[in-house]
């Protein structure tokens, strides 16, 4: 079955930290990756996507992910966290094998303290 | 470019109306998607389409229909809603398929509906 986990459906952070949001698909092959965020009453935003190449991808606003093939994983990252920052943040999955078919983790609500 | 248009952005809906979502794109995208979200649940997918003419299921398409008359709009219709239908909507479109050449998939705004 088609599968991607986020493994937090909340994380409260204070500024300045660091943040690790996990991701794991269940596809085997070749995969396209992305990560989009939504502001509060807003529509998804793309923060960064993976194709090919180099499996550390640079987004918008300092955010960072690392695709991890051997794991299946596609953690998203940020040195140090802004109050601005609080959103929810979805991983999502496109498997060649299932055409265009993008699919979605459950999301992870950020929340930062100021 | 207005991008991706859905309206409305707020519905009310009694049990057993029906109604349509529209969704409209200036950016000549051959791919259109519609997707639900819920609470902890992500986005499902609704339908797609992968061009004028051209409609198939996704995740979760009982209680709606699609059609793709134009390549630019990509209409949502709730046959009889029902409380299960409560969800915010997202129409989406990219150039083609996700999986060819790399191209993003742009979202609308949503639309938010409840059926009472």
């Known amino acids: 079955a088609q599968s991607v986990s986020q493994h937090n459906h909340h994380v409260i952070l204070s500024e300045a930290a660091s943040l690790e949001l996990g991701c794991n698909y269940s596809?085997?092959?070749?995969?396209?990756l992305f990560w989009y965020v939504q502001y509060p009453g807003q529509h998804l935003q793309l923060l960064l996507k993976?194709?090919?190449?180099?499996?550390l991808v640079k987004g918008i606003k300092g955010f960072e992910a690392e695709f991890i093939k051997s794991k299946f994983s596609f953690n998203l990252r940020k040195p140090s966290v802004q109050w601005s920052d609080t959103a929810e943040y979805f991983c999502a999955v496109n498997a060649m094998e299932y055409g265009n078919k993008l699919v979605f983790g459950a999301g992870t609500i950020l929340r930062v303290k100021s | 470019n207005a991008g991706v248009t859905q309206t409305p952005k707020f519905q009310v809906l009694k049990t057993g109306q029906s109604m349509t979502l529209q969704c409209a794109q200036d950016m000549n995208h051959e791919y259109m998607s519609w997707y639900r979200q819920d609470p902890g649940m992500g986005l499902r997918l609704i339908h797609y389409s992968v061009g004028a003419g051209i409609t198939d299921q996704g995740e979760v398409p009982n209680g709606y229909n699609v059609s793709r008359s134009t390549t630019e709009d990509f209409p949502l219709r709730l046959l009889s809603a029902a409380p299960s239908q409560t969800s915010v909507y997202f129409c989406?479109?990219?150039?083609?398929?996700?999986?060819?050449?790399?191209?993003?998939?742009?979202f609308g705004e949503g639309s938010w509906l409840t059926v009472v």
């Open positions: 993976y194709f090919s190449g180099d499996p």
């Open positions: 596809y085997g092959g070749t995969v396209n």
């Open positions: 989406a479109s990219s150039y083609s398929g996700v999986s060819h050449s790399g191209n993003t998939i742009y």
